[in-house]
T-cell receptor, first 111, second 113 residues
Framework: RKEVEQDPGPFNVPEGATVAFNCTYS??????FFWYRQDCRKEPKLLMS???SGNEDGRFTAQLNRASQYISLLIRDSKLSDSATYLC????????????FGSGTQLTVLP | ETGVTQTPRHLVMGMTNKKSLKCEQH?????MYWYKQSAKKPLELMFV???????ENNSVPSRFSPECPNSSHLFLHLHTLQPEDSALYLC????????????FGPGTRLTVL
């Protein structure tokens, strides 16, 4: 089993749709979780951190399920500009050596 | 954006060449990283530097040699590369190495012929 696993997609959704991605992780000692966004031929940028209690930032909601070892990202009212690859990042033991990126989920929002 | 810069943006080199990638961060961070991103693969962490000291080398072949003269600059020296080393090389920095947000540079697209 991969340390961090994501459905690669692609997810093609119409504008205004709600879409959700999951990311599973294998190390139960994982401490910190993030969602990054990477546009085509650009560098990854932090979208949001994922807190144990779940957190929301506008149309984006991130949740953590420690029991099942996955994090999720929900995007409501999708915009064309949301088209990108979404990367989940898991950090274990508070050390950069255990920082692991998922391979990313590709989202295309269609007009 | 000028937070983390990388040069060159594109590089084509032969297998016998020696070249260097440069990364500079203007964010006052203490940690810097080199990543490799190949098509359809996750980002692979290569090296980590914290306060100029290398704290992680993820089994990277010796044909990749990092150098961190200070907390703001990071180099990746390349020699005798293979075609499979062709990838996007990303530099990142963060305030520390324990769960801090990483800021990425635009990357160097490397092609080894």
């Amino acid at each position: 089993r991969k340390e961090v696993e994501q459905d690669p997609g692609p997810f093609n959704v119409p504008e205004g749709a709600t879409v959700a991605f999951n990311c599973t992780y294998s190390n139960s000692a994982s401490q910190s979780f993030f969602w990054y966004r990477q546009d085509c031929r650009k560098e990854p940028k932090l979208l949001m951190s994922v807190y144990s209690s779940g957190n929301e930032d506008g149309r984006f909601t991130a949740q953590l399920n420690r029991a099942s070892q996955y994090i999720s990202l929900l995007i409501r009212d999708s915009k064309l500009s949301d088209s990108a690859t979404y990367l989940c990042v898991v950090i274990s033991s508070g050390s950069a050596r255990q920082l692991t990126f998922g391979s990313g989920t590709q989202l295309t929002v269609l007009p | 954006e000028t937070g983390v810069t990388q040069t060159p943006r594109h590089l084509v080199m032969g297998m016998t060449n020696k070249k260097s990638l440069k990364c500079e961060q203007h964010l006052g961070h203490n940690a810097m990283y080199w990543y490799k991103q190949s098509a359809k693969k996750p980002l692979e962490l290569m090296f980590v530097y914290n306060f100029k000291e290398q704290t992680e080398n993820n089994s990277v072949p010796s044909r990749f040699s990092p150098e961190c003269p200070n907390s703001s600059h990071l180099f990746l020296h390349l020699h005798t590369l293979q075609p499979e080393d062709s990838a996007l090389y990303l530099c990142a920095s963060s305030q520390g190495t324990s769960g801090f947000e990483q800021f990425f540079g635009p990357g160097t697209r490397l092609t080894v012929l």
